[in-house]
């Protein structure tokens, strides 16, 4: 008699997708298909780099992914859970046992903005960043850059551009570096007045045109290219697909990821809710929930009650284009400590953090199980719930 297999879907193949599959390789019963529109893997904390012509963001899928997974590039349209298949944008369907859904996240501009979404440039995922660099490269070094959000994102890409050269204006909306301390936003101010960026810290944007920004005050800055960064949205499968959301879209699941409406349905990494109380959106958090995800599908299988999430974070950190950086230190519930390190240190830290990142991924490709993530985390026992039974 032939043993019966279980088949596990993943959808998205980025950070949290792709350790979910290398980790589910701890059965040796499973297959195992990763379903991501790309053929390679998208370093998404250099996407800066990318934009800037300092590095590159794309991995090789062979050398990231365990043995026996497979790899379909395509889009999925639709998750049907009555009937437990993933709808493709080919028109393929696949069956499963299980799905973990690692969809991530995009960029949002937003329409209410006059001329954001015809003029502005994003750089939140590959194409994007791809269509930014080539328009950049037909610039004239002078030419000015605005870049809308203050962010890490927007931080990151403006010190990048401005390190290469470029005149860049960032326009904060309010606060440069929200999620930072007050030492940690003096640090990254120090290095951007470094880098020559000028910071119009309080500054909104009004509308966007094709060769300038004008701000709400009346001023207006001249710009040949516009980068908008502030704000992310996740991409909408899970409503198309009938199953609840939280306001962003993201899916919403109960402490052990599992979905509130289908227990074969796991989420992982920035398109989850757990217990419509998502952690920050951040490789920091998709890796370890990837592998949670993925522990919480083998339960299932093994007939065990899955784990509450447990993880925590230990801070941010900030690269100021290649020589200068900010490590923004935390408690382990993700709030900001007074302590940061700074300078060409720092940089030295996030890039050898941003090739551990990699690195870990093809370690449990390797060895299934290797991975271990920071646990301690505290999440309010209001947000506690019992795991969802699969029929």
């Not at 800055?221 to 879209?249: E, H, I, K, M, Q």
Request: charged fraction near 20%.
């Amino acid at each position: 008699m032939t043993a019966q297999r279980t088949h596990i879907v993943v959808i998205g193949g980025g950070y949290a997708g792709t350790l979910a599959a290398n980790h589910l390789r701890l059965r040796a019963d499973v297959d195992i298909t990763v379903v991501n529109p790309r053929p390679v893997f998208v370093e998404r904390i250099r996407l800066h780099q990318m934009v800037a012509g300092s590095g590159t963001a794309a991995v090789d899928y062979g050398t990231l992914l365990g043995e026996g997974i497979r790899l379909v590039v395509d889009g999925a349209e639709r998750i049907d859970a009555t009937a437990r298949t993933v709808e493709l944008t080919s028109g393929a369907v696949l069956d499963y046992d299980y799905v973990i859904y690692a969809v991530g996240s995009t960029g949002a501009v937003p329409a209410a903005v006059p001329g954001a979404a015809e003029f502005a440039y994003s750089v939140a995922e590959f194409e994007h960043a791809e269509r930014l660099r080539d328009t950049l490269d037909e610039l004239h070094p002078d030419a000015p850059v605005t870049v809308v959000g203050a962010g890490l994102t927007g931080i990151e890409t403006a010190s990048e551009l401005a390190e290469q050269g470029r005149r860049v204006n960032l326009v904060c909306g309010g606060t440069l570096g929200p999620s930072l301390s007050k030492p940690g936003r003096r640090s990254v101010a120090k290095w951007l007045r470094r880098l020559g960026v000028d910071v119009f810290e309080t500054a909104t944007v009004a509308e966007v045109r094709h060769d300038e920004v004008a701000l709400a005050d009346g001023a207006l800055l001249p710009s040949a290219v516009t980068v908008w960064t502030a704000g992310f949205g996740v991409p909408d499968l899970a409503a198309r697909s009938g199953l609840r959301t939280d306001s962003l879209g993201r899916l919403l699941t109960d402490e052990t990821l599992t979905s509130v409406d289908d227990a074969r349905i796991v989420a992982a990494g920035d398109a989850a809710a757990p217990s419509d109380h998502p952690l920050r959106m951040s490789c920091q958090a998709a890796i370890p929930l990837g592998a949670q995800a993925a522990n919480t599908v083998l339960s299932r299988i093994a007939g065990t009650p899955p784990a509450a999430i447990n993880q925590a974070f230990t801070g941010q950190c900030v690269s100021l284009g290649r020589g200068y950086g900010t490590i923004q230190t935390s408690r382990p519930d993700d709030t900001p400590l007074n302590l940061v390190i700074g300078g060409r240190a720092a940089a030295a830290i996030k890039e050898a953090i941003c090739k551990g990142t990699v690195w870990g991924i093809r370690r449990e490709a390797a060895k299934p199980g290797w991975y271990r993530w920071l646990k301690g985390g505290k999440r309010s026992e209001k947000f506690a719930s019992d795991a969802i039974s699969v029929p």
